[in-house]
């Protein structure tokens, strides 16, 4: 593999990097007198924007609206303790549904080349990948935190950080991005941003796999999903209202193929059940303001 030259060049060793405590590694969360505090964060009560310790890589280049603290958080994912918390614990909360949805993304990309798998976390999504048998796999990943973890779980993907609509990877690198859960996180101004960047760095005929939280426990009420879906449909509609998801209302408003197509991306498949949103679209080949010649 030759990497051009160019921002992404600066890396770091993510897998070795030592990383500052943030306030949360300092809080003994165990101790009786620090549960009210915690039982006001997890609940949405008591929320506050993220404070990034000194010194931690790339922090001038995260943006605002990612200082907050989703899913209810203690300073979101930006710290030691909580990150890997949560980093484990989420597929629990999913009761065990990710597991699923991510090898269905990474089996809508097999035979690809190179893949991204964009806003990656803790990597899960990038070792559904290289379990998929694409040869190449690279994660992006704006959270220091999640990309050590990331790095230490899957030391063979080539690891970056960066933001999808900032990403500082090559233009044209890729044949095949996966994205989970990341798009209802991006403000719809940014949402452009990213698939404009998206465009740039993929391929003709690039092949993108999209999973993400299903309208339907957005919009439903408890009562429609168990009837629809049981208890697990009642379990993911409480779910979606009890996390702090600041922008997937904004994202479900939107029409995802208009957008796609809007950036010169094709949708092939777009199913909606419960608890996820699968979308797989193609890159094509002619611009997104070009009209094909007939």
């Known amino acids: 593999m030759t990497e051009p030259a160019g921002p992404s060049a600066q890396v770091h060793d993510w897998a070795r990097v030592r990383l500052p405590d943030a306030w949360p590694d300092r809080v003994a969360w165990w101790h009786p007198r620090q549960w009210p505090r915690l039982w006001r964060k997890i609940n949405g009560r008591q929320r506050e924007p993220v404070r990034l310790p000194d010194a931690l890589p790339g922090a001038h280049r995260l943006p605002r609206y990612l200082l907050l603290e989703f899913h209810n958080l203690p300073n979101g994912n930006y710290s030691h303790g909580v990150t890997r918390g949560y980093a484990r614990g989420f597929d629990h909360a999913m009761l065990g549904s990710l597991r699923g949805g991510r090898h269905r993304v990474a089996d809508a990309l097999r035979g690809a080349r190179r893949a991204l798998d964009l806003g990656s976390g803790a990597g899960h999504l990038a070792g559904a990948m290289q379990r998929a048998g694409i040869g190449e796999v690279w994660g992006l990943e704006p959270s220091p935190y999640l990309l050590t973890l990331a790095a230490q779980a899957h ?68 009562w429609r999903m168990w009837k629809s879906h049981g208890w697990r449909g009642a379990y993911f509609r409480l779910l979606a209202r009890r996390v702090h998801e600041p922008f997937a209302d904004a ?36 611009s997104p303001t070009e009209t094909p010649q007939t």
Not at 259 to 285: K, N, T, Y
């Open 155 to 222: 030391p063979q993907v080539v690891w970056r950080q960066g933001v999808g609509e900032d990403s500082g990877l090559p233009d044209a690198w890729f044949d095949a991005v996966g994205i989970c859960f990341v798009l209802h996180e991006v403000p719809p101004a940014y949402l452009r941003r990213l698939l404009a960047e998206l465009r740039r760095i993929t391929t003709p005929g690039a092949t993108v796999a999209i999973l993400e939280p299903s309208p339907l426990q957005w919009r439903q009420d408890a």
């Open 251 to 286: 994202w479900h408003k939107l029409d995802a193929a208009a957008l796609l197509a809007e950036h010169g991306f094709a949708v092939e498949q777009d199913e909606i059940g419960c608890p996820f949103r699968f979308i797989v679209a193609r890159r094509r080949d002619a």
